[in-house]
């Protein structure tokens, strides 16, 4: 075999002499896409490709810069503003490319990619934002901004880059900035050390179980998935529970062995925190105290406060108004909720007191006794495929849109799907990939992102991600309420890349303040379980019936049940976001102290655990969700106040979806979030439909 390897290779050195030199083999990101719709080549890209096509696309990069820097005409809108939002295509697509596969297709090379390339992507993005001759040239034509006849559009991106480069340090003295440096590169290195020590630790936990009698009280679907995870793992025959929510969830809802519901909440909650080399409550702490730092370098007294100037909120003292008003509404409820759980513990001659490991389980109990109603009585009518069709069917009814699933699109994995998303008049918008099941190498929790964003000329590759229960034994994944509203969520945040119509792409989009995001995704979850919709997809996997009246029924008189647990639960995770970022003093905490101090200031009740603890919140210290957790129920009511027009006009009213859509969806961050809001509202959004909705009012 080597001997005709060696005649084969001698016969094409020949051949090669006597033609042409062979050519470097091309890395595929540093390319145009030559694939359908300009998706990434995932066939083609290898992760040796990444480090050299981050070195060469900062290159090009810098010299787009420099361009721009030494261009001798007098600054103008086109050669400066334009021309720095039309430079780095290529960092873009290679930084957009690894940075969604490092989240859904990660190994130990690739993260060891990802901590080589943070500090440089961090020096290359200093590089530019403290490049005082090219912020010159953008100052120049700001102050000159009255006098350019400027679009609307224009204008807003003129005014997004200027503050970019002001809250990027341009305006810093050189000893700042060079704080601001060091700042920036040691942040970029500690988040993505805990996120990655997140991860490690969820994907190393493992609860074994050998004996069939502690499987009481589980479903059979659950433990079949347990079944098929030990035989993954070579322990056939043993059942293997872990900390994904998948697995988690409906163990903590039915097992009734208590000592092993104890054990495996115990071990979620303790993710990071366990004094091992996957430990975040150093680097958590060491990342509060950079962010005071920098905040300190821009005249802030607070990281929040930094954060907060530039969202719809404004302020820390705003946030925390609205979370407090929230959090003395919920508490009573909460504690009410509470004693009616003690009161089953009681009644079945239980001889202990509420803890966390036993509330999923015996307020399932509890609904089972109010409301005739459970989880898996609802599973066969939320069959995967079903919700997601109920999803498109949704946006067809509103937008016209069309979701055609394509299998000659490359993909990165398996188990995605991949769809041509087209308008009502059949003219095409973008793709979008969908991602539904947890693996080693994937991220847990839910998200979109974009591997290409929308801008002029330009259509948007859009990607959801999900870590939902895989099917098992023939039997397709049947989804529980939440993850169904999940679907409809992240289906939401997509439809805001998908119907982008905006020329910049740094306007495009998702590109919109942290606290105004939320609004398209958690408007779309209200469609999810009205009873006209649920009509449209709740059928039974089996025997296609339709979800009978009766269970639409129960689900409706079960809408309040256990509010007070998930409000409060998701409350007090933003509140202790904006404790840990209104920090004034750039001090190293001591995590589980500082943790502790907080929730026994809220009064928070022993029975529930905070939403996120500290060491495996990564939302605020890994993600751009710092000083912005309380989002969520920003945009909740926000998307109360909208989702009620739809309720008195129609649930697909076209003229009110339509104004969604142009004056939503469409416009990513072409003009103030609250002036797009009040441009479809006509006017600003009230607290009321919110708090009804939770049972506070």
């Not at 880059?161 to 942040?187: M, P, V």
């Not at 399932?364 to 009585?377: F, G, I, S, T």
Request: hydrophobic share 40%; proline share 4%.
């Amino acid at each position: 075999m080597k001997k005709i390897t060696l005649l084969v290779f001698a016969i094409g050195l020949i051949f090669a002499s006597c033609t042409e030199k062979p050519k470097k083999m091309e890395n595929p990101l540093l390319s145009k896409f030559e694939t359908p719709h300009g998706v990434p080549p995932f066939d083609l890209i290898k992760v040796e490709h990444f480090i050299p096509a981050y070195k060469e696309a900062m290159k090009k990069h810098s010299e787009e810069i420099a361009a721009i820097v030494n261009n001798p005409e007098v600054p103008s809108f086109e050669n400066t503003i334009e021309a720095f939002e039309f430079s780095g295509k290529l960092l873009t697509q290679v930084a957009f490319t690894f940075n969604n596969l490092n989240t859904s297709l990660t190994n130990d090379d690739m993260q060891n990619i990802a901590k080589e390339v943070a500090p440089l992507s961090s020096k290359h993005s200093d590089d530019i934002m403290l490049n005082a001759k090219l912020f010159k040239r953008v100052k120049a034509v700001y102050e000159n901004k009255d006098n350019l006849k400027l679009s609307s559009e224009q204008a807003r991106l003129l005014e997004v880059i200027y503050k970019k480069f002001e809250r990027g340090g341009a305006n810093l003295n050189a000893e700042n900035q060079d704080k601001l440096r060091k700042i920036n590169s040691e942040l970029s290195l500690l988040t993505l050390q805990f996120d990655n020590n997140v991860l490690a630790e969820t994907n190393d936990y493992k609860m074994v179980l050998d004996k069939e009698s502690d499987l009481a009280g589980l479903p059979e679907s659950v433990i079949k998935a347990a079944a098929k995870k030990a035989k993954e793992e070579g322990m056939e025959g043993k059942w293997i529970f872990t900390t994904h929510k998948p697995s988690l969830l409906p163990f903590l809802t039915y097992a009734k062995n208590r000592e092993l519901r104890k054990k495996l909440h115990t071990a979620y909650i303790m993710r990071g925190d366990n004094n091992n080399q996957y430990d975040n409550k150093k680097i958590l702490s060491k990342i509060a105290k950079l962010r005071v730092d920098r905040a300190k370098l821009f005249g802030f007294e607070s990281h929040a406060a930094y954060v907060l100037d530039a969202n719809m909120a404004k302020t820390p003292e705003t946030v925390f108004n609205f979370l407090n008003k929230v959090w003395e509404a919920v508490v009573p409820m909460a504690k009410k909720e509470a004693a009616e759980l003690q009161e089953v513990i009681n009644r079945e001659g239980g001889k202990f007191k509420l803890a966390h490991w036993d509330w999923w389980y015996y307020s399932e109990k509890l609904r089972k006794q109010k409301y005739a109603l459970d989880e898996e009585m609802l599973r066969p009518y939320f069959e995967r495929t079903h919700v997601r069709n109920g999803a498109f069917d949704v946006a067809n009814k509103l937008w016209g849109l069309k979701f055609v699933e394509k299998n000659d699109i490359p993909k990165y994995h398996k188990d995605v799907e991949v769809f041509e998303v087209l308008d009502s008049d059949d003219s095409f918008l973008g793709i979008l990939y969908m991602d539904w099941y947890p693996r080693p190498s994937k991220s847990g929790g839910a998200w979109m992102d974009a591997y290409v964003k929308q801008s002029e000329g330009i259509t948007p590759v859009i990607t959801t991600n999900f870590n939902f229960t895989a099917p098992v034994e023939g039997k397709p994944a049947l989804l529980t309420i939440d993850e169904v509203t999940t679907t409809f969520h992240e289906f939401g945040h997509a439809l805001h890349g998908l119907l982008s119509k905006c020329k910049y792409h740094t306007l495009a989009g998702t590109a919109v303040t942290r606290d105004f995001v939320e609004l398209p995704s958690q408007v779309m979850e209200n469609w999810s379980l009205e009873p006209e919709v649920m009509k449209m997809y709740a059928k039974h996997y089996e025997t296609g019936e339709v979800i009978p009246d009766a269970l639409i029924q129960k689900i409706a008189n079960s809408g309040l049940f256990n509010k007070g647990f998930t409000v409060l639960e998701y409350t007090s995770a933003a509140l202790l976001d904006m404790y840990w970022h209104t920090m004034t003093e750039a001090k190293e905490q001591d995590a589980t102290k500082f943790e502790n101090d907080v929730m026994k200031k809220l009064g928070m009740i022993d029975e529930i655990v905070v939403r996120y603890r500290s060491p495996y919140f990564s939302h605020i210290f890994a993600g751009g969700y710092s000083s912005g957790y309380y989002s969520y129920q920003w945009a909740q009511v926000l998307d109360a106040d909208a989702f009620s027009v739809f309720k008195e006009k129609g649930l697909f009213d076209q003229a009110t979806a339509t104004s969604f859509r142009n004056n939503v969806f469409s416009r990513g961050n072409t003009e103030p979030s609250m002036d797009l809001y009040k441009k479809f509202r006509g006017m600003e959004p009230q607290l009321d439909a919110f708090l009804e909705r939770n049972g506070l009012k």
